[in-house]
């Protein structure tokens, strides 16, 4: 699990909270609080991270950078979103094979959109134990854009949720 909060005052209170779950409800996570104040990892500069280790019993304060996922620092405004409409357009040309649109009413440059979802993606395969650390996360989900693998689950998980009774 990553769970993100919008101020680092609350990251230690909410991890120590995720640490208390009984019965193993939560074997490991990850709350993030980017430096700006986002909820998520952020792409322009830190992030503050409490690892959340329930086997282990503890919670462990660290910072990153996307230098630490091999990925550049971006500007937020690069990343920004805009109308429904215009966020699936770039959700389609980022993570369908092939896909391009001529219809999107905002230039925006995918590059650092994509190390954006990167860096995010990134942290949900290390913390699911999936990927070893955070450039073996990057380099995971960067397979998963290019064999369009991820746009298979996002496909398959439109379909559940649409027939879902």
């Known amino acids: ?13 909410f991890a120590h909270a995720l640490l208390k779950q009984k019965n193993g409800a ?4 990850l709350v993030v609080c980017g430096a700006e104040g986002l909820d998520e990892f952020s792409c322009a500069g830190s992030t503050h991270v409490w690892t959340v280790d329930s086997a282990a019993g503890t919670v462990t304060e660290s910072t ?10 971006h500007s937020l405004s690069t990343v ?11 959700l389609k040309t980022l993570l369908k094979p092939g896909y391009t649109s001529a ?56 379909v559940s949720s649409t027939t879902a009774a």
Do not use: C, Y
Request: hydrophobic share 45%; charged share 25%; proline share 4%.
């Open 1 to 13: 699990m990553v769970l993100g909060v919008a101020s680092k005052e609350l990251g230690s209170t």
């Open 80 to 90: 920004i979103g805009h109308s429904a409409k215009e966020n699936a357009e770039v």
């Open 103 to 158: 219809n999107r009413e905002v230039p925006i440059d995918i590059g650092p959109v994509r190390d954006f979802v990167l860096l995010n993606a990134s942290a949900l395969l290390v913390v699911s134990g999936v990927a070893s650390d955070w450039k073996d996360g990057v380099q995971r989900a960067r397979t998963s854009i290019e064999n369009g693998r991820a746009w298979e689950a996002i496909e398959a998980f439109r």
């Open 26 to 29: 939560i074997r490991r996570a």
């Open 64 to 73: 990153v950078t996307p230098e630490d996922f091999g990925l550049p620092v």
